[in-house]
């Protein structure tokens, strides 16, 4: 009589065994529909001498797997010292994370505005049709900042509408016939747009200002909260408190949706991740969250394991399940999707930042499947065990207690033995660091 396998148990023992039960397919990165690598899968918005604004391709263009994430897009925004990005507003819900440099973001009411100082691991929620704008105080550093967009109009599509004329777009305000604009705001053109014959236009929506023009604009701005992460409409600063998980090889900071109304409201979590050269992220699956993962610095190897869709066949018997490893050697600016309950790890090939959006994010369970904590193998019972795994209970526990370390490992030591012994590839490494 044929042993029943659980298919979690089958996805362990296909990640951490060396003998599988199942067959496994590999997709290397260019035929990965989860890795949008920087270099070919963002459209540039907008680019001169002063900045740019790229927009990563849709989700689900890129795959079916992917259409859940049909109404997010993923924005990034770099711009030099002491320039702004010109008033602006959009269709569309943006959760504003600062990854390097200062900022001052200014955010416009009807009868009111709030000017705040930003740091790198600040973020905000902009409201759709919120007319806002972004400064870059520094001297000397860059600003880069990534966004996750949310339109509200069209499933995956935005508009910015600028009020300034510049030699990269019109103002919004031309859109109006001559008659309505001369009734509501008279000498319009003169004023708003200049005259026809002699315009002074910007280069372009990223704009250079004055010391002074900073200096009064710095004047007004309050600085983000440190000490609170449940701000309603303020800043919060995603690494102002104690990681959730932390060793001596790696920092995990997140703040969930329970924790802050912006986040609720969006239904987002938020995570900032270091991981030291060399080591490891431990497997581990989102019970329900979709997570969008940005690297900021540094590169890494990922694998995530899913099961392959099988396709309709005229037999009766059924067939096996047949798992699928997706790979990839990720870099900096790349953009890597993590569907619920795949299981995944991260190999710090460098020293390593990244930043991730966890979307359907209330509620959702991380269940490490390595390590002394948090381990939802190790709840499994003696009894199961055996059912589950060739090997005995208590070769299944003995195997689980040999990593004493939780989270994070360093996964340095088994990659020196195995190019000692000729062994290539980051696969083969990441299993003898498991155990």
């Known amino acids: 009589m044929m042993r029943v396998r659980f298919p979690l148990l089958v996805l362990l023992g296909t990640v951490f065994l060396a003998s599988v039960c199942v067959s496994l397919k590999v997709r290397e990165d260019e035929n990965n529909p989860f890795y949008f ?13 002063n900045g740019r604004i790229r927009l990563l391709q849709r989700f689900n263009k890129r795959s079916p797997q992917l259409e859940n994430l049909r109404d997010y897009r993923i924005v990034q925004f770099q711009s030099k010292p002491n320039t702004i990005l010109l008033p602006h507003h959009a269709d569309a819900d943006f959760l504003l994370f600062v990854l390097s440099g200062r ?12 000017s705040y100082n930003l740091h790198p691991g600040d973020a905000q929620r902009i409201p759709a049709g919120t007319t806002y704008y ?29 009020l300034s004329s510049t030699q990269a777009q019109q103002s919004y305000l031309q859109g109006f016939s001559h008659n309505i604009l001369e009734t509501s705001f008279h000498e319009i053109n003169r004023v ?3 005259e026809e014959e002699e315009q002074r236009q910007q280069e372009g929506v990223i704009v250079e200002l004055s010391k002074e023009q900073i200096r009064q604009l710095s004047r007004r701005a309050k600085s983000s909260s440190r000490k609170t992460i449940s701000s309603e409409d303020e800043p919060f600063n995603l690494r102002s408190r104690n990681p959730i998980y932390s060793n001596n090889f790696g920092k995990f900071f997140e703040i969930t949706p329970e924790k802050n109304p912006q986040l609720r409201d969006l239904d987002i979590f938020l995570s900032s991740v270091d991981i030291n050269e060399g080591a490891l992220l431990l497997p581990h699956f989102n019970s329900k969250a979709i997570v969008i993962l940005v690297i900021n610095e540094g590169d890494a190897n990922i694998e995530l394991v899913g099961i392959k869709e099988q396709q309709q066949k005229q037999k009766q018997e059924e067939e096996p399940l047949e798992v699928q490893r997706y790979r990839a050697e990720l870099s900096e600016d790349d953009v890597f999707v993590i569907p619920a309950a795949y299981p995944f790890v991260v190999n710090a090939t460098s020293n390593l930042n990244f930043l991730a959006f966890g979307i359907n994010a209330e509620n959702n369970q991380r ?34 207690k040999k990593q004493r370390e939780s989270y994070f490992v360093d996964a340095q030591p088994q990659q020196k033995e195995e190019g000692s012994k000729g062994r290539k590839g980051p696969f083969p490494s990441i299993l003898g660091a498991l155990y």
């Open 103 to 114: 900022a001052i973001l200014t955010l416009v009411n009807n009868d009111d505005r709030d």
């Open 192 to 194: 708003l747009f200049g």
């Open 367 to 400: 269940n490490f499947l390595a390590g002394e904590k948090d381990n939802v193998v190790r709840q499994i019972e003696r009894q199961v065990q055996e059912l589950a795994f060739p090997g005995s209970a208590q070769d299944v526990e003995r195997l689980l």
């Open 37 to 49: 690598r920087s270099s070919n899968s963002f459209q540039t918005l907008f680019e001169n001498q």
């Open 134 to 162: 972004l400064v870059n105080p520094h001297d000397h550093q860059n600003l880069k900042i990534i966004k996750l967009a949310i339109p509200v109009n069209k499933p995956g599509r935005y508009d910015d509408f600028f």
